[in-house]
């Protein structure tokens, strides 16, 4: 597939455009299509800059949502998502394109993620060009996935891609309905589909910290390099945040550990000369920001001793399991025959480990388990999320294995 069968359609980026678009899609029939092109490797923000859609009877509209800001942060797009709030939105990988659509306020009462079913059913491929490939023997052009979709104007190829991507969706989902069908998993798929849309608008959780993920930090040892690392972190993290840039086009996360590295001991405090040692600072952006960078580098060796980081942090919830063998022997045990009975039994069932149960419910009932009981397990797994077909299929399993 090169191009969409009807053509390249006009770019819907006016307000009236808008509302005529509302009003073709609301006359069509069926499902939705829908999905989403952002720039998360060149811009700081995960905005939506593109959104697709699709529908029998109406055709394919290619949606322009930055046009449409009109001075506001974010397009408001409620009045499309209230037209079309009775009709199931069919979305491949939709906790990809859930949190972009929820900042327009376009979000779906009901959906079917092609994806997920693809997971479901156990396919050793699952992205949208291997499921069209093995539904329907077609083959997606996939050169400008990787491209930045925050151009303007969008060139006029990217746009048929673009449009490729849901030329096929409404197909594709009713082949893969047939096949869940077929494998007894619909029931499955249904729940999945529900828990997706009923959690589609919370917000993304942000991690505490997140300077700790920083490449090339385990190399580090002291708090003081770590307070390095942070500084400099954050100092980044504001600078592309003001400029819109995707944190790594400002400065590389291997550049901040070289420099946190620097901060020895026999060396003491590190300066302006550490920061131009490094080449990843001598980079356009970096370098026009070399002051902030050595203010961040002051701060971080002038904080006293309280100041400092924490070299190590307790995690939310169990560490893990990996450490558990010496100092929490029993639970440590308990990981060992809940684990690899959990994985066997997702392989009798043709599905990855982690659709049949997550890895962090598993890690924390063998880390702290309820009473054996079966209604106590199914309660435990219930709080975390666990959909009751996923229960049905793990409680009796985990109870016997806690019970032994």
């Keep these: 597939m090169s191009e969409p069968a009807d053509g390249v359609p006009a770019l819907v980026d006016t307000p009236a455009a808008l509302d005529a678009a509302i009003a073709r899609l609301r006359a069509g029939h069926g499902p939705l299509a829908v999905d989403t092109e952002r720039a998360q490797s060149f811009r700081y923000s995960a905005k939506a800059y593109l959104i697709q859609l699709r529908r029998p009877g109406a055709g394919t509209v290619l949606l322009d949502p930055v046009a449409l800001e009109e001075g506001r942060e974010r397009a408001d797009l409620s009045e499309l998502a209230a037209a079309l709030s009775d009709v199931e939105w069919i979305v491949h990988a939709a906790q990809q394109d859930l949190p972009c659509l929820a900042e327009v306020d376009l979000l779906p009462d009901t959906l079917f993620d092609t994806e997920l079913a693809g997971r479901l059913l156990g ?42 991507d849901v030329e096929l969706l409404c197909e594709l989902r009713d082949w893969a309905a047939d096949e869940l069908r077929a494998a007894g998993k619909q029931e499955w798929a249904r ?43 954050e100092t980044r993290d504001s600078i592309a945040r003001r400029l819109d840039r995707a944190p790594g086009r400002v400065l590389s996360d291997l550049a901040i550990s070289e420099v946190a590295a620097r901060a020895t001991p026999e060396r003491g405090a590190v300066d302006r000369s550490d920061l131009r040692a490094v080449k990843g600072f001598s980079w356009r952006i970096a370098n026009r920001y ?34 558990w063998a010496k100092r929490h022997p029993e639970a440590f045990e308990r990981w ?8 066997a039994r997702a392989e009798e069932l043709s599905l990855p480990v982690e659709n049949l149960i997550s890895p962090d419910a598993v890690r924390r009932l063998a880390w702290e388990p309820p009473p054996a009981s079966e209604a106590d397990v199914d309660a435990f797994l219930a709080e975390r999320l666990v959909r009751p077909w996923q229960r049905e299929q793990v409680v009796p399993l985990l109870t016997a294995l806690l019970s032994d």
């Design 123 to 164: 396919l050793p491929r699952v992205s949208l060009a291997s499921l069209l490939e093995r539904a329907f023997g077609k083959t997606l052009a996939k050169e400008h996935s990787a491209a930045d979709w925050s151009k303007r104007p969008l060139p006029a190829d990217w746009l048929s891609y673009a449009a490729l």
């Design 191 to 233: 729940q999945e589909f529900e828990h997706l849309a009923r959690h589609a608008g919370d917000p993304v959780t942000r991690r505490e910290e997140p300077w700790r993920r920083t490449s090339g930090i385990h190399q580090l040892r002291s708090a003081r390099q770590l307070a390095i690392v942070r500084e400099l972190w």
């Design 290 to 323: 070399e002051e902030s960078f050595v203010a961040a580098l002051a701060t971080a060796c002038a904080l006293t001793k309280d100041e400092l980081p924490a070299v190590s942090v307790q995690p939310d919830g169990p560490p893990p399991p990996r450490t």
């Design 336 to 343: 060992n025959r809940i684990r690899p009975a959990t994985v």
